[in-house]
């Protein structure tokens, strides 16, 4: 059974909803991953206040028993604390005339005034939606905590094969960190605590400062995320079909997430002002096939080929402005300022880790594809037996 997820929910609604289905039974989720990965995804210097409002936690409601996976699909719900602050206004089933005046006489409950930078108007055109609310509570972000706890059950998987994945933020607005090659999995290991998720602490404290001037200006600031994934052997996904190409996969997922507008696997931007000979990874041969560059970011024709994987994703400035922008209401269209709601300076951080939980999505089911398996053992015996037939070992 292919690995697939699927998430449901709003916002401000009860919770949002996840159903993972194709993990193998036997596997033994990490519990404080799980809980840790929420976490962080709430983390980051710039966030809303909302961010405390919510403590996310991942109830199971399918899919496991004793700490194991039993096979079946695995779906699981993290709570909108918030949603008890919104009574009718979110209910799913028709309120009455009294409750809807109600709504109506709250601010921001209902929206009229689209943003610019956001889902915001094409959505209501789309769907033909009353209310830009309609819009946004799916449209949100906060959909991203369904994808980070499954991203926490694909980790559990790769490590099963000695695979991790991790992530973060080497661009905030003009603050970048140096690039280097050399970054290793026990670095992020051991990085400890970041306000912003940079590995380079010096850069991490520029970037609080470049956050804390946009918060002064009422304004709003993107950056880039990196995610690094360490331990793939050569051979995840296929240059056979597009569609299985781990890259176009890969860059599928990242531009899946909210407000990431570009992706660079590898070198990818800086390799194409190059000649080939300055670009490509030359080979050796050392107890199994070894590359002394990695420009390539470990992807070669759709494929893993041993190297770390290394993907940047470029995330715009949030559209949500304290300072709001201008707009056109939906009813009148008259000139207008856009919504004004609790939102974030960056999500820089947290785009980080939702990042990284979407590519060990694509890695995990890139594996389990290549191992396949419907009990964790027989995944690990297929992994080791390959791992036998090619001339690679890990690093
Ligand atoms: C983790 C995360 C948090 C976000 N928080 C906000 C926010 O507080 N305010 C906002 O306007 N946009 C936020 N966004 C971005 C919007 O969800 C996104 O820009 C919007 O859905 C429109 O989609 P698009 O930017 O992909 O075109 C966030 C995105 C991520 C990944």
């Given amino acids: 059974m292919a690995l697939s997820f699927v998430t449901s929910g709003q916002s401000h609604g009860p919770g949002i909803v996840a159903i993972l289905s194709g993990l193998p039974a036997g596997l033994r989720p990490d519990r404080e991953r799980l809980q840790r990965d929420l976490a962080r995804r709430q983390a980051g210097y710039g966030r809303s206040p909302r961010q405390a409002i919510e403590t996310d936690e ?3 409601l399918g899919g496991m028993r004793h700490g194991r996976t039993l096979g079946g699909p695995l779906s699981l719900i993290v709570k909108n604390r918030d949603h008890e602050n919104w009574g009718a206004a979110q209910s799913a089933w028709p309120v009455t ?5 109600e709504v109506h006489a709250r601010r921001t409950r209902v929206v009229t005034v ?15 939606l ?11 972000a906060r959909e991203t905590s369904a994808r980070v706890a499954v991203g926490a059950f694909c980790k559990d998987l790769l490590d099963t094969v000695g695979i991790s994945v991790h992530g973060h933020v080497v661009r905030v607005g003009s603050v970048e960190t140096p690039r280097r090659d050399d970054i290793t999995a026990r670095e992020f290991r051991e990085m400890g605590e970041r306000q912003v998720g940079c590995l380079d602490a010096d850069t991490d404290a520029k970037m609080v400062e470049e956050i804390e001037a946009a918060k002064k200006a009422q304004d709003t600031l993107g950056g880039i995320v990196e995610v690094r994934a360490f331990g793939c052997p050569p051979g995840l996904g296929s240059y056979a079909s597009e569609d299985w190409r ?3 996969r890969i860059a599928g997922a990242a531009v899946g997430i909210q407000a990431m507008k570009a992706v660079e696997i590898g070198d990818g931007w800086d390799n194409a002002r190059l000649r080939g000979s300055a670009v490509h990874d030359e080979l050796r041969y050392a107890d199994g096939y070894k590359r002394d560059t990695n420009r390539a970011g470990g992807l070669e024709g759709g494929m893993t080929n041993g190297e770390p994987v290394i993907v940047r994703i470029a995330m715009k400035p949030l559209p949500t402005l304290m300072k709001p922008l201008k707009t056109a209401t939906l009813d009148t269209h008259e000139p207008a300022e856009a919504l004004v709601e609790r939102s974030d300076t960056t999500a820089i951080y947290a785009a980080a880790v939702v990042a990284e939980a979407v590519i060990a999505f694509e890695l995990a089911r890139a594996a389990h594809e290549k191992f396949g398996g419907d009990a964790i053992g027989d995944f690990i015996a297929a992994h080791a037996h390959y791992l036998d037939r090619i001339p690679w070992s890990p690093a």
Avoid: F, Q, W
């Avoid at 005339?97 to 005046?101: G, S, Y």
């Avoid at 689209?114 to 094409?122: E, Y």
């Avoid at 009353?130 to 949100?140: G, I, K, M, Q, Y």
């Fill in 58 to 60: 991942a109830t199971i």
């Fill in 97 to 101: 005339e009294e409750e809807l005046a």
């Fill in 114 to 128: 689209p943003r610019p930078g956001h889902a915001d108007l094409s959505g209501v055109m789309k769907y033909e």
């Fill in 130 to 140: 009353p209310d830009v609310r309609d819009v946004l509570e799916r449209a949100s």
């Fill in 246 to 248: 781990l890259d176009a």
